[in-house]
């Protein structure tokens, strides 16, 4: 990799959980001292990341006198639905155990950081290595990854203007069902039974204009986790920049790539303190956080609403409200014509709208939540309304009205199969009225 003038790289490769090979590089100034701490550098979310992706940080705390360890993420057993924090804890141990054994660096003097996803990698990589001499998480999270997630993802809604059932009440329940059917992985994690168990010194570090962690409401919980495990020694830091703490024009949204002014600093000088014995105790100082609104519990599906419940709900619906129109297919097929009293009014109008609201609101409900927090993008806007969401609400409407016209028109039906048609689209209706407020799409 091409390094800033004064630094330089040693490729290492060291064994991970399971025995995986992960390779790495160590980036020291080039005239680093001997017995110098080191610190290994823990990813963030995403699989395989590169060990490239945290060079700007390696770098800058190479500069100030320490070792720093980049490698590349694993990928196998790591997916968007699938990883285990154990498995990368003890992937982290394997890089800090290299890490003490380099030339010029002191072995009690390692300590991991950790990003984001790895705000919750680190503390628990501590717990599991004796090797660890201190902790530095930056956008870390003490909340279940579940609430931050659906925080992350509300808030970027907000902030693009969006308020009403869409982020109210389809978003935590999108996520809740997605949890359910075991495609969020760790999703109840317990971040603060990990942190209570911390002994080393720990540095946190939050941007004020973090979208991605509760950036108010996360230190206080930090505290009270590593308090209850006996731990004072603990430093948190607000900085004005980013979830990552880099610079940022745009309140979060934009990252640049420079580290906030007086970060990476502060990490050198903290860890030369702590590493000295001389931890600060419970210090807390930077400008204030903003969070606009508070995260909201995230509970576990109840039986009637877990994932299998709603797979077959939405069979049910679907197949309900196909029903009709697949009677007219095969009739015109055949070249049958329905008869004066097969006709049954406002059926055709259940089976559309109830189709195109059933398929098309949890699909566009879907796109958007998984765009990611603060890079929402609802569409078009009507007020704090997308145009989309507000369109599906009226056809949801008008599926519950029509429903009820055809459960009235039904009894003019002197057609048995039309009676029949017409009392399972009724059916399907009634069944669709419950599952549409469960997903806001019948509130306002």
């Known amino acids: 990799m091409p390094l800033p003038a004064g630094l330089r790289e040693v490729g290492v490769s060291f064994r991970g959980a399971g025995g995986l090979a992960l390779q790495g590089s160590v980036i020291s100034a080039a005239d680093a001292p001997p017995g110098r701490p080191g610190v290994v550098l823990v990813h963030g979310a995403g699989t395989g990341t590169p060990r490239e992706k945290l060079l700007g940080e390696a770098v800058e705390f190479a500069r100030q006198g320490l070792s720093a360890l980049i490698y590349d993420k694993r990928s196998e057993g790591y997916s968007r639905y699938s990883r285990s924090y154990v498995q990368l804890a003890d992937d982290a141990a394997g890089a800090v155990e290299v890490l003490r054994r380099q030339p010029g660096v002191d072995p009690a003097k390692v300590g991991v950081w950790g990003l984001s996803e790895g705000g919750w990698v680190a503390p628990l990589a501590a717990t599991r290595s004796d090797g660890v001499a201190f902790v530095v998480v930056v956008g870390g999270n003490a909340l279940q990854p579940l609430r931050q997630q659906t925080w992350a993802v509300a808030a970027g809604l907000r902030k693009a203007g969006v308020g009403g059932s ?115 105790v419970a210090r807390v100082s930077g400008p204030d956080p903003v969070q606009a609104d508070d995260s909201v519990g995230v509970p576990p599906t109840a039986w009637w609403e877990s994932a299998p419940v709603q797979a077959i709900v939405l069979v049910l619906l679907v197949a309900g409200f196909l029903s009709c129109p697949a009677v007219a297919v095969a009739r015109r097929l055949r070249r049958r014509r329905p008869g004066a009293g097969a006709r049954v009014g406002g059926a055709a109008v259940v089976s559309g709208a109830g189709l195109v609201v059933t398929v098309g609101g949890l699909a566009y409900a879907f796109t958007v939540f998984m765009q990611g927090g603060k890079l929402a993008s609802p569409g078009p806007m009507l007020g704090d309304r997308p145009v989309l969401w507000l369109l599906l609400q009226v056809l949801a409407v008008v599926t519950a009205v029509a429903t009820v016209l055809t459960a009235l028109a039904r009894r003019r039906v002197t057609d048995r199969g039309a009676r029949l048609r017409a009392a399972v689209l009724v059916a399907t209706g009634a069944l669709f009225v419950p599952w549409a407020f469960y997903w806001g799409l019948l509130m306002p």
């Open 166 to 280: 869409l982020v109210e009440r389809a978003e935590p329940t999108m996520y809740r069902v997605i949890a359910d059917g075991g495609l969020f992985p760790e999703p109840y994690y317990d971040a603060e039974a990990t942190l209570a168990k911390v002994r080393q010194p720990v540095l946190a570090i939050w941007g004020v204009h973090d979208l991605l962690t509760p950036p108010v409401e996360t230190p206080p919980i930090f505290a009270r986790a590593l308090e209850s495990g006996g731990n004072r020694r603990y430093t948190f830091r607000f900085f004005d920049g980013d979830h990552a703490a880099h610079r940022t024009p745009d309140g979060g949204v934009t990252r640049l790539p420079e580290l906030a002014s007086g970060y990476p600093e502060l990490v050198g000088s903290w860890v030369r303190d702590a590493t000295a014995g001389r931890a600060p």
